[in-house]
């Protein structure tokens, strides 16, 4: 329990604050399906870039098919969805077990040249050899050939419980600032006591908010269409932090200290007795998993899966893209970059249309050359000031 | 069969010379600085375009080969001077500024051209129509693309083989550090080699607008095709980048000929038994 809280207080302090913000601004405000449906896809994407920054960041083994994984992910749940009539969240499951799967052929595959440029010319190459064998008409039947796989979103996101809880966002607030004077008062005093009243009186709201709900009912159905807030925009989040969460406690574990060491330098990670092969067959599989996860979470987002759509090379690329800008080998980095960039994308594509991505292009090169470790990486390092120290200056 | 045949090796090394012609550059440019240029199949892809417009102002098909040459020509060596010199040694700095190039001019050749696929509307009457010799059919823009690659590659090998110039490139592939310390000036003629390079990239494209049609998909593809060459030839080797691409331009129409479906793929299943059993490719030994 101490490490857990030592765990959670140094590294997730100004992240937590962040995922906050996010569970809670559909609640409060005018957000609508249009919002959430960006930041839905914002979140799927930012776990991608986050499994390409774990393998590229810390193990320094850049993967040119990380969209192979992707890929299989979301074909993975198109065809749990189509042919077993399985839950969804049996298809997630899958979608990354795939994804391991594929990362640990990859691996025993290029075991002879596993390390810089030759390994990321093969991983390209195993991505594209299974690209062109979905796209021919041999293979129409398990790639469902241009049109691609229709899939039938899953119950578990067609539910929009948010609609009931919008109503009442303010007790929501309420209950939150309950939480923090709780959370403040009680500093000193052992963390179960602590944990057990912040629940305790989370559940005496639910109880309140249960009976307001029943009040409020004529209210919910009254809702507008803008005002649906689907589960899917929850899900991803919640897997979002729950993914980076993972990643941070693995990137710290002693394999996480491992990669880190082969990135530096292979020979002598091998020499003090470390079998890089191992080390590195475990960074691609687990990155290649969550890939696969992100993958399988954007299949319904999609409607229909097809090689040309999820398979894309540009995916990969835009990945590295992500990872660069926010900062690799910083996870949050990852996230960062996957956010502004498609933010970007969506708010400029109006505008100014097909141009968009030429500035983005721009940017990109811009980046490098003024801040070459990504934002968030030059960010922790600003005038001896942690990342950290600001945000604490930020929010008191 | 025997004409069928024949007309796949034709086809073959046709397909041989364009891989030729985006690969050598991308070989050179990696072997002497370890740079994988991610904006090389832009460049090919913009030389066929250049090319494509060249020769429907002016209706002369050679000046749009040159146009496209020479413009490549220019914007590699920009690149390199303007952009990426700054950054050498630097892996990660290279592949991104790289990556923002190929970015920029993919989606620029988006907007001007979308999705539709040209070709010339005029090349001269002796590279239209075919060859009948005995039972055989051959294209005559495929013979022309065969001799073009033949020239450039000869010209190529004959500068690295035969030029002050070109033995510091091959004494720089060899080994960068001890050819500077020799007094060599690596960097003067890494903007040279890369300029070349880029020649070579806008030339390949612009000769294969007549044949396979020039579209924006060609850039990413192409690109794709020329590592997948570098590693069959071995990294940085000259001789072994023309050797790959002659095997996997002839394997690609083998297989288009007669087992259609793995066409596609040929090229990347031969990369993947390359690095799998000979990492270090057919030429073997050069560097990794």
């Given at each position: 329990m101490?490490?857990?809280?030592r765990?959670?207080?140094t590294?997730?302090?100004?992240?937590?604050i962040?995922?906050?913000?996010?569970?809670?601004?559909?609640?409060?405000s005018?957000?609508?399906?249009?919002?959430?449906?960006?930041?839905?896809?914002?979140?799927?994407?930012?776990?991608?870039?986050?499994?390409?920054?774990?393998l590229?960041?810390?193990?320094?083994l850049?993967?040119?098919?990380?969209?192979?994984f992707?890929?299989m992910?979301?074909?993975a749940?198109?065809y749990?969805l189509?042919w077993?009539g399985?839950?969804f969240?049996?298809?997630?499951?899958?979608?990354?077990?795939i994804?391991?799967?594929?990362?640990?052929?990859?691996?025993?595959?290029?075991?002879?040249?596993f390390?810089?440029?030759?390994?990321?010319?093969?991983?390209?190459?195993f991505?594209?050899?299974?690209?062109?064998m979905?796209?021919?008409?041999?293979?129409?039947?398990?790639?469902?050939?241009?049109?691609?796989?229709?899939?039938?979103?899953?119950?578990?996101?067609?539910?929009?419980?948010?609609?009931?809880v919008?109503?009442?966002?303010?007790l929501?607030?309420?209950t939150?600032?309950?939480?923090?004077?709780?959370?403040?008062?009680t500093?000193?005093?052992?963390?179960?006591?602590?944990?057990?009243?912040?629940?305790?009186s989370?559940g005496?709201?639910?109880?309140?908010?249960?009976?307001?709900?029943?009040?409020?009912?004529?209210?919910a159905?009254?809702?507008?269409?803008?005002?649906l807030?689907?589960?899917s925009?929850?899900l991803?989040?919640?897997?979002?932090?729950?993914?980076?969460?993972?990643?941070r406690r693995?990137v710290?574990?002693p394999?996480?200290?491992v990669?880190?060491?082969?990135?530096?330098?292979?020979?002598?990670?091998g020499?003090?007795?470390?079998?890089?092969?191992?080390?590195?067959?475990?960074?691609?599989?687990?990155s290649?998993?969550?890939?696969?996860?992100?993958?399988?979470?954007?299949?319904?987002?999609?409607?229909?899966?097809s090689a040309a759509n999820?398979?894309?090379?540009f995916?990969t690329?835009?990945?590295?893209?992500?990872?660069?800008?926010?900062g690799?080998?910083t996870l949050?980095?990852?996230?960062?970059?996957a956010?502004?960039?498609?933010?970007?994308?969506h708010f400029?594509?109006?505008?100014?249309?097909?141009?968009?991505?030429?500035?983005?292009?721009?940017?990109f090169?811009?980046?490098?050359?003024t801040?070459?470790?990504?934002?968030?990486g030059?960010?922790?390092?600003?005038?001896g000031?942690?990342?950290?120290?600001?945000?604490?200056?930020?929010v008191? | 069969?025997?004409?069928?045949?024949?007309s796949?090796?034709?086809?073959?090394?046709?397909?041989?010379?364009?891989?030729?012609?985006?690969?050598?550059g991308?070989?050179?440019i990696?072997?002497?600085?370890?740079?994988?240029?991610?904006?090389?199949?832009?460049l090919?892809?913009?030389?066929?375009?250049?090319?494509?417009?060249?020769v429907?102002?002016?209706?002369?098909?050679?000046?749009g080969?040159?146009?496209?040459?020479?413009s490549?020509?220019?914007?590699?060596?920009l690149?390199?001077?303007?952009?990426?010199?700054?950054?050498?040694?630097n892996?990660?700095a290279?592949?991104?500024?790289?990556l923002?190039v190929?970015?920029?001019i993919?989606?620029?050749?988006?907007?001007?051209?979308?999705a539709?696929?040209?070709?010339?509307?005029?090349?001269?009457?002796?590279?239209?129509?075919?060859l009948?010799?005995?039972?055989?059919i051959?294209?005559?823009?495929?013979?022309?693309i065969?001799v073009?690659?033949?020239?450039?590659?000869?010209?190529v090998?004959?500068?690295l083989n035969?030029?002050?110039v070109?033995?510091?490139?091959?004494?720089?592939?060899?080994?960068?550090?001890?050819?500077?310390?020799?007094?060599?000036?690596?960097?003067?003629?890494?903007?040279?080699?890369?300029?070349?390079?880029?020649?070579?990239?806008?030339?390949?494209?612009?000769?294969?607008?007549?044949w396979?049609?020039?579209?924006?998909?060609?850039?990413?593809s192409?690109?794709?095709?020329?590592f997948?060459i570098?590693?069959?030839g071995?990294?940085?080797?000259f001789?072994?980048?023309?050797?790959?691409?002659?095997?996997?331009?002839?394997?690609h129409?083998?297989?288009?000929?007669?087992?259609?479906?793995l066409?596609?793929p040929?090229?990347?299943?031969?990369?993947?038994?390359?690095?799998?059993?000979?990492p270090e490719?057919?030429?073997g030994g050069?560097?990794?």
């Amino acid at each position: 329990m101490k490490t857990l809280e030592r765990h959670l207080k140094t590294h997730s302090s100004s992240l937590m604050i962040v995922a906050l913000f996010f569970a809670l601004i559909p609640l409060f405000s005018y957000f609508g399906l249009p919002y959430s449906d960006i930041l839905t896809r914002i979140f799927i994407i930012a776990i991608y870039a986050l499994s390409f920054d774990l393998l590229l960041g810390y193990t320094g083994l850049l993967n040119f098919g990380q969209s192979l994984f992707f890929g299989m992910g979301a074909y993975a749940t198109a065809y749990t969805l189509n042919w077993g009539g399985m839950s969804f969240l049996i298809a997630l499951i899958f979608s990354a077990a795939i994804g391991g799967l594929l990362g640990i052929l990859l691996s025993i595959m290029v075991k002879r040249s596993f390390k810089g440029i030759p390994f990321t010319f093969f991983s390209l190459a195993f991505a594209m050899i299974v690209l062109s064998m979905y796209q021919k008409r041999l293979f129409q039947g398990i790639s469902g050939g241009e049109g691609g796989l229709l899939l039938p979103v899953p119950g578990i996101l067609r539910s929009i419980w948010a609609l009931r809880v919008y109503e009442f966002g303010f007790l929501g607030l309420l209950t939150l600032a309950l939480l923090f004077i709780i959370y403040r008062s009680t500093r000193g005093s052992s963390l179960y006591v602590r944990i057990g009243l912040m629940v305790g009186s989370s559940g005496i709201a639910a109880i309140v908010f249960y009976l307001v709900a029943q009040h409020l009912d004529h209210l919910a159905k009254a809702a507008t269409y803008e005002r649906l807030i689907p589960n899917s925009y929850y899900l991803a989040l919640t897997v979002l932090v729950a993914v980076y969460f993972l990643a941070r406690r693995i990137v710290s574990s002693p394999v996480g200290r491992v990669w880190q060491s082969i990135r530096e330098n292979e020979t002598r990670t091998g020499v003090i007795g470390y079998n890089p092969f191992n080390y590195k067959l475990m960074a691609v599989a687990v990155s290649g998993a969550i890939a696969g996860l992100a993958g399988g979470l954007y299949a319904p987002y999609l409607l229909t899966v097809s090689a040309a759509n999820v398979f894309d090379p540009f995916l990969t690329i835009k990945a590295l893209i992500f990872a660069v800008l926010g900062g690799l080998g910083t996870l949050k980095g990852a996230i960062l970059g996957a956010g502004i960039i498609l933010l970007l994308e969506h708010f400029l594509n109006p505008l100014i249309g097909e141009w968009t991505n030429i500035l983005i292009g721009v940017l990109f090169i811009v980046i490098v050359f003024t801040m070459p470790r990504g934002i968030i990486g030059e960010l922790m390092t600003t005038g001896g000031k942690s990342f950290r120290e600001i945000i604490k200056e930020m929010v008191g | 069969m025997i004409a069928t045949l024949a007309s796949a090796l034709i086809d073959g090394l046709a397909l041989s010379m364009l891989y030729f012609m985006i690969a050598s550059g991308f070989s050179l440019i990696f072997g002497l600085e370890g740079i994988v240029n991610f904006a090389h199949g832009s460049l090919f892809m913009l030389g066929a375009f250049v090319s494509y417009e060249v020769v429907s102002y002016t209706g002369s098909f050679y000046l749009g080969l040159a146009a496209a040459g020479l413009s490549m020509a220019i914007i590699g060596a920009l690149i390199e001077s303007g952009l990426l010199r700054k950054k050498f040694g630097n892996e990660m700095a290279i592949i991104m500024i790289t990556l923002g190039v190929m970015y920029v001019i993919h989606h620029g050749a988006l907007i001007r051209y979308g999705a539709a696929s040209s070709t010339y509307r005029k090349i001269p009457s002796y590279l239209q129509g075919t060859l009948k010799p005995g039972q055989l059919i051959l294209n005559n823009y495929q013979l022309f693309i065969i001799v073009l690659g033949l020239i450039i590659a000869g010209a190529v090998f004959l500068f690295l083989n035969r030029t002050n110039v070109g033995l510091i490139v091959r004494a720089g592939i060899d080994d960068v550090d001890m050819a500077r310390a020799l007094g060599a000036n690596t960097r003067r003629t890494f903007t040279l080699v890369f300029a070349i390079g880029s020649a070579l990239a806008g030339l390949g494209g612009a000769a294969s607008v007549g044949w396979i049609y020039a579209s924006v998909d060609l850039g990413l593809s192409y690109l794709f095709f020329a590592f997948a060459i570098v590693v069959i030839g071995g990294l940085g080797s000259f001789k072994g980048t023309f050797y790959g691409s002659l095997l996997a331009g002839i394997t690609h129409e083998l297989f288009a000929y007669f087992i259609p479906f793995l066409a596609g793929p040929s090229l990347f299943i031969l990369m993947a038994a390359i690095l799998l059993f000979k990492p270090e490719g057919l030429a073997g030994g050069a560097k990794q």
